[in-house]
């Protein structure tokens, strides 16, 4: 066999090769337990997906339980209706019956150190005031000393496990979506197409204030017919 001969097998197996490598890779991709890309229509779109499951697990006992707590921290010093107090007289000041509720709804959240801040609760009462109330309630529990409190007046802890912080945690998301929710349909029956302003709604109220003369001025110019060459500055000019 001549030299020729061997350069054309040579040629001839080399282009070959690339051929055959294209073809297995295509056999390859047709295998059906290879896995292929989702189509464009499989996806679920997040939003929808999200609302979806967002609807089935609202309660409404957990936004009822939110509000009674939110009015709880707001109120701050919200006193106990199952305790009843009487118009006192502690050394030089007379205490009605709601200044000492308060007083003893702001010692519970403050602290006994806090004693302008529970002044400032009370409202009616200087700092000296409710500072000596505090002594006379500490000097009243030194002398009766052992009241007879023992661990089964002291209601024990619950422990939230991890389950339930998980559901806590889907019922205020859900919350929060069903709040979301209601604050647009509140949005949308009061400013009707416009709640929501978007760039093709802030054009229009552009062009609205602007007037008729600014809105031509923003609309594209007309395209030029083909073969007619543009006017205008061009790369030279």
């Known amino acids: ?6 350069s054309a097998q040579e040629l001839s197996s080399d282009n070959d090769t690339p051929q055959q490598s294209r073809a297995s890779s295509r056999l390859q991709s047709q295998t059906p337990g290879t896995p292929r890309k989702r189509r464009r229509g499989e ?3 997040p939003a929808r997906a999200r609302r979806y499951y967002l609807e089935g697990k609202y309660n409404d006992a957990y936004r009822v339980l939110f509000n009674e707590d939110v009015g709880r921290v707001a109120a701050r010093f919200e006193p106990e209706d ?33 004693v302008a801040g ?7 009462k ?24 023992t661990l089964h007046h002291v209601p024990a802890a619950i422990e939230v496990g991890q389950e339930c912080n998980e559901e806590l945690d889907v019922m205020a998301e859900a919350l929060a979506w069903y709040q979301e929710q209601w604050e647009v349909n509140e949005e949308r029956e009061r400013y009707g197409d ?7 709604i802030a054009e229009d109220i552009e062009a609205a204030i602007n007037g008729p003369s600014r809105a ?3 609309q594209p110019a007309t395209p030029a017919e083909p073969g007619t060459p543009r006017t205008g500055p061009g790369i030279a000019g």
């Open 43 to 45: 996806s679920v779109e």
């Open 126 to 149: 200087s700092v000296t005031e409710t500072h000596e109330l505090l002594l006379q309630l500490k000097d009243a529990v030194t002398e009766k000393g052992d009241l007879g409190l």
């Open 82 to 114: 199952a305790l009843q107090h009487y118009t006192t007289q502690y050394g030089v000041s007379t205490w009605t019956s709601k200044e000492q509720a308060t007083l003893f709804a702001a010692l519970e959240r403050l602290g006994k150190d806090d």
């Open 118 to 124: 529970i002044a400032q609760a009370v409202g009616t």
């Open 1 to 6: 066999m001549s030299s020729a001969d061997e």
């Open 216 to 218: 031509e001025s923003t």
């Open 194 to 200: 416009y709640w929501l302003i978007t760039p093709v």
